[in-house]
């Protein structure tokens, strides 16, 4: 599948496994089931169109956002408007999907242990995520555009 196609998928669930090593490192994974039953994860930040993204046939065993999330409603049953990357980002190695109704997600892979950053995260806006983040990102369809 290729990156762009992610682009309108309505998301059915997201399931997280999160992972933590007393000392060492925590770590986290998440999928994302979309209509049709597709799996993938959130893509690794991107650099052209036609990138292929890992998909899966089987979905892992792991909790839902459900029941991890309190505002799993702002995720859940909303459709993938648009993919941001941040080309210089010391804590973001994966894209943001922003939805169509204007929230974010992404997932933090890796951090030291205690920090509580592993996981998926969720910001109510780009305005959320420039003042924490900064400006200096791209988005997929301004890509499509050109």
Known sequence: MKLEELLGKRIKDVRVTTVMEFGGLDTSECVIIMENDL???????????????????????????????????????????DLITFEESIMFDKAFLELENGYLINEICMTNH?????????FKSIQEVEQQFGCKYKRLTDQLRK
Do not use: C, R
Request: proline share 4%.
């Open 114 to 122: 205690g920090t509580g950053y592993a996981g998926l995260w969720l």
């Open 39 to 81: 799996v993938t994860d959130i893509p690794f930040s991107f650099i052209e169109l036609g990138e292929e993204i890992w998909t899966a046939e089987e979905v892992m065993d792991a909790p839902s956002i459900k029941t991890l999330l309190k505002n799993y409603q702002y995720v859940l049953d909303h459709h993938i408007a």
